[in-house]
């Protein structure tokens, strides 16, 4: 009779996650969530009708959670990109805190709860479109568009504008010209606020062999679409005014901030010398940032002074 000897056999390692709440935080991209929570408020708010508050928060936070979930699937399929690009570099992943299992895993349930939680509670419209939101995001942009096409921001561009119309679906259960100008606007929004970037970024894109804009057009034509694309924005934020979809306050709040838009783009537009390219570029992309949260503010502030204003009177 044979013996076994039990200490020939070796164990495979188990690999214990380092991990910690702040990395999984991390993959929720909480600045962009940020903005997703802010947006999907404002369509929230102007919807019209009654909905109960405790659905209000259920939809604002599913609609949250789909972002986070977006952003982790995204980063657990970009990790090569994020490892050699200095912006993304210390993301979890490139770390080696969070595998991209660990992310896909993640995502996944997150991606799963947030439209099925939304669906049940709410409506199956919004969680639907809850649904395509992400599946935009991850599968036609990150996937499809981001590594193959200079256009990749500008078709992936739809993803990030969609929280506004899923928020006043929750809401009413159906769809309005008032999400969809909301819609237009961030969609319009998303090249000049992101070119802006890629301008100030493009060697890390370039050595990521990301065909962002500036990469693979140059410089010069990146300008001139961030100009064509502001004029375009300035205009259909500030059409919702004249359509008397929105009001007064609203529209002068647009034209200010869209004039500021415009300098700034003419500014790339004109500025080629490296530093100051550099000083205009980066002006751009933070004004961009105000602009977007002002504009959606105003249009907040001013829905929830006309519904306080005749209980006050």
């Known amino acids: 009779m044979s013996v076994v000897d039990h200490t020939a056999i070796e164990l495979p390692a188990v690999r214990i996650s380092e991990a910690d709440v702040g990395d999984y935080i991390a993959l929720l991209k909480p600045r962009v969530m940020s903005l997703v929570i802010f947006t999907a408020l404002v369509g929230l708010v102007i919807a019209p009708g009654h909905f109960h508050p405790v659905l209000a928060f259920t939809s604002l936070l599913c609609i949250a959670v789909g972002a986070g979930a977006s952003g982790a699937l995204n980063m657990a399929l970009e990790g090569d990109i994020d490892a050699v690009m200095s912006r993304t570099a210390n993301r979890p992943i490139p770390r080696g805190r969070i595998t991209k299992a660990e992310a896909m895993a993640f995502g996944m349930t997150l991606a799963f709860f947030s439209v099925m939680t939304l669906g049940i509670l709410v409506n199956w419209y919004a969680g639907s479109l809850l649904a395509f939101t992400i599946f935009f995001y991850v599968v036609v942009y990150t996937l499809l568009l981001k590594r193959r096409t200079a256009q990749n921001i500008v078709i992936g561009g739809a993803a990030g504008s969609l929280p506004p119309v899923v928020a006043w679906v929750a809401a ?85 901030l869209g004039a500021g838009m415009l300098v700034l783009a003419i500014n790339v537009y ?11 570029t980066r002006k751009l992309f933070a004004f961009s940032i105000l602009y977007l949260f002002a504009l959606f503010a105003t249009l907040l502030i001013e829905t929830v002074m006309r519904t306080v204003m005749p209980l006050v009177g």
């Open 172 to 256: 009413t259960g159906s769809i309005s010209v008032e999400p969809l100008l909301l819609f237009l606007i961030i969609f319009f929004w998303t090249p000049p606020h992101f070119w802006a970037l890629a301008l100030f970024r493009s060697d890390d894109y370039a050595r990521a062999g990301v065909p962002m804009l500036p990469v693979v057009a140059g410089p010069d034509a990146t300008r001139m679409q961030i100009l064509l694309y502001t004029i375009v924005l300035v205009a259909i934020a500030a059409a919702p005014w004249p359509l008397g979809y929105f009001d007064f306050v609203y529209g002068i709040t647009s034209l200010v």
């Open 270 to 280: 004109v500025s080629r010398e490296r530093s100051r390219s550099l000083r205009a």
